[in-house]
């Protein structure tokens, strides 16, 4: 499996970034795509999965009702809409995949940045 994220850039506090990652290299049935994020200093951090299925949507608390996850089957894409960024959204953000009985992502993109300034 490949995954290529893409979208990352800077923004201002209140801004909207989209990311997307394209999957390919396997069926993609009974999987779940998520976006985690990784801050400078801290430890790796969910932000938000989607069963790649049925489309069940999962969020971090600190995202929800700014943050949609989403998926095109079509193209093969997972797409991740922030809204009213904050600076504390500033964070290396990687698109995974993990089948759905499996906790652990064990696909993983390559990272894409997003910064927010106030």
């Known amino acids: 499996v490949q995954l290529q994220a893409s979208g990352g850039g800077s923004a201002q506090a209140g801004d909207s970034l989209r990311l997307s990652c394209v999957a390919s290299g396997r069926t993609f049935t009974n999987t779940v795509m998520g976006w985690l994020r990784q801050a400078p200093g801290r430890e790796r951090e969910f932000v938000a999965s989607i069963t790649w299925n049925v489309g069940s949507t999962y969020y971090a608390d600190s995202v929800k009702g700014r943050f949609t996850i989403s998926r095109d089957k079509a193209k093969n894409t997972v797409y991740l809409q922030m809204n009213s960024l904050k600076p504390e959204d500033t964070a290396v953000y990687y698109c995974?995949?993990?089948?759905?009985?499996?906790?652990?992502?064990?696909?993983w993109g390559q990272g894409t940045l997003v910064t927010v300034s106030s």
């Open positions: 995974a995949q993990r089948p759905m009985a499996v906790q652990d992502y064990n696909y």
